[in-house]
């Protein structure tokens, strides 16, 4: 269902888009970031929404579900060998979003 819904010409994220969903697009990216950075993230964005969270508790979620997700047998979260690889870390997200167009842009003719 996911590959009729992206149809030929679309924008789709997920932890198994590239190497399992649609593993013959065109571009594929791949973002990371540091858990510590992502659990920060994480809490900040639902600090804003209002919600009394804990950060240790939100990085211990995000760990969990990294390890389930790379562990499991059918569609395990990796890296596609052809995928374009951004480290988010130290980027803001403007700088994530230049990457990525800088990245398309170097691509389609």
């Given amino acids: 269902m996911q ?3 992206a149809g030929e010409d679309a924008v789709v994220e997920g932890r198994d888009i590239g190497s399992v969903v649609l593993p013959y697009a065109d571009i594929k990216i791949f973002l990371d970031a540091k858990l510590e950075v ?3 993230r994480r809490y900040e964005y639902l600090r804003s ?3 009394n969270v804990s950060l240790e508790e939100i990085k211990k979620e995000i760990l969990d579900r990294d390890i389930r997700d790379k562990g ?4 395990p979260l ?3 060998k052809d995928a374009f690889y951004i480290d ?3 980027l803001t997200l403007d700088e994530v979003v230049n990457r990525i ?3 398309v ?3 389609v003719v």
Avoid: E, F, V, Y
């Fill in 3 to 5: 590959r009729r819904i």
């Fill in 38 to 40: 992502r659990a920060k």
């Fill in 49 to 51: 929404k209002g919600l």
């Fill in 72 to 75: 499991r047998s059918s569609a």
């Fill in 78 to 80: 990796i890296k596609p």
């Fill in 88 to 90: 988010t870390t130290h």
């Fill in 101 to 103: 167009l800088k990245i």
């Fill in 105 to 107: 842009r170097s691509l």
